[in-house]
């Protein structure tokens, strides 16, 4: 069966630092990757996706980047964040097929203070 | 573009009532849709899903059935308990959307009190 990983599971930085947060997803090959970003008491916010290694796609344009430098392994970071970098990030994944689901990975809790 | 609608909350209901959550869909052509749960501190999980109209998704105890001449798919249960309390996001995917994920809604957040 496919899992997902995503680490770590809360974070808190001070403003100007750096960030990583990593996923991995195994049992299936090829997957598309999503990293969301939750506000609190908000809803959810696409990010980036990837349809394949090294492939990215931004949503929105921000303080943020991803890679994805395996197939199965999705990074997102800053170079130096912002207070307003708070938030829930959730990293997903579903097949490369029209109409799939996504499915979750339990969220990182970050603290920009 | 396509769109989600839901009612925010927060939707406070007594334990054993009966749920409806509302959902309410705008789309260009023929989506699947979906409803997820998240319980704090946690990811989404996928709760059940349709794929075409008149379709009923049914997951522990949870029902909704996908109306196209209705633009809906609400979510609802018979009798609520209070572990059912967690935020409910109704969410939809089209074939010609690409790989850019699902469309979701803001989410409903759900209390149950004992």
């Known amino acids: 069966s496919q899992t997902i990983h995503q680490w770590p599971a809360t974070l808190v930085q001070p403003v100007g630092s750096p960030l990583s947060l990593e996923c991995t997803v195994e049992g299936t090959s090829n997957p598309n990757l999503y990293w969301y970003r939750q506000a609190a008491g908000r809803g959810l916010q696409l990010l980036f996706y990837?349809?394949?290694?090294?492939?990215i796609s931004s949503e929105v344009p921000q303080n943020l980047s991803a890679s994805r430098p395996q197939d199965r392994q999705f990074i997102l970071s800053s170079k130096k964040l912002l207070l307003s970098d708070s938030g829930f990030y959730l990293c997903?994944?579903?097949?490369?097929?029209?109409?799939?689901?996504?499915?979750f990975g339990n969220g990182t809790r970050l603290t920009v203070t | 573009g396509d769109s989600v609608t839901q009612m925010e909350g927060p939707v406070t209901l007594s334990e054993e009532a009966f749920l409806t959550i509302n959902c309410t869909y705008t789309?260009?052509?023929?989506?699947?849709l979906f409803w997820y749960v998240q319980y704090p501190g946690e990811g989404l999980q996928l709760l059940l899903k349709?794929?075409?109209?008149?379709d009923k998704g049914s997951n522990k105890g949870f029902e909704a059935t996908y109306r196209k001449e209705t633009t809906s798919f609400h979510l609802e249960k018979g009798s609520v308990q209070v572990s059912d309390s967690a935020v409910y996001f109704c969410?939809?995917?089209?074939?010609?959307?690409?790989?850019?994920?699902?469309?979701f809604g803001k989410g409903t957040h759900l209390i149950i009190q004992p």
């Open positions: 997903a994944w579903s097949v490369s097929r029209a109409y799939s689901p996504l499915h």
């Open positions: 349709a794929t075409k109209a008149d």
């Open positions: 990837s349809v394949g290694i090294g492939q």
């Open positions: 789309a260009t052509g023929y989506p699947s």
């Open positions: 969410a939809l995917s089209e074939a010609g959307g690409g790989a850019d994920g699902l469309t």
